[in-house]
């Protein structure tokens, strides 16, 4: 896994609300047409606000797990974007090994990309996703289309 983090995914309560609080802010929305989602370039690294509640869901945790559904109540994710749907497997496979617990395994994602979840030892949740329309430069920096 390179040592780069792409996205980070605030689980907020009103996404309208909580858009319009970044935009007054001066924060310029990057890829308008994603619905339901809310994304903010940042320097090299991208800002996303989710539904708190399509967070959980997406993540695929059972709300009767105790310590995974602590995990999404926190209301954040960290993503790792990969290269390429192989990259995303190795990773995974990767994070297993190294102790992370495997909360959803990579699969093909509605929007067209590829991703899966995974905590790490401390219990923080992360992504590991190939999205083909957020390209990485050579340095593996996100840059999100307008």
């Not at 090299?44 to 797990?65: N, Q």
């Not at 954040?76 to 974007?81: E, K």
């Not at 497997?89 to 959803?104: F, L, N, P, Q």
């Amino acid at each position: 896994m390179e040592q780069r983090v792409t996205l980070i995914t605030l689980g907020v309560r009103d996404l309208d609300r909580s858009t319009a609080f970044f935009e007054r802010l001066g924060w310029k929305r990057s890829v308008r047409q994603a619905h339901g989602i809310s994304f903010f370039q940042c320097g090299s690294i991208a800002l996303g606000l989710f539904p708190h509640d399509e967070l959980v869901r997406d993540c695929g945790l059972d709300a009767g797990v105790e310590e995974m559904a602590a995990t999404a109540r926190r209301g954040i994710s960290i993503a790792h974007n990969g290269r390429s749907r192989e990259d995303v497997d190795r990773i995974m496979a990767e994070a297993e090994a190294a102790g992370a617990t495997i909360v959803k395994t990579p699969r093909n994602l509605d929007w067209g990309g590829y991703g899966g979840y995974f905590t790490d030892i401390d219990g923080h949740l992360w992504e590991v996703a190939w999205n083909p329309g957020f390209p990485l430069d050579n340095e593996g920096a996100v840059s999100l289309p307008d």
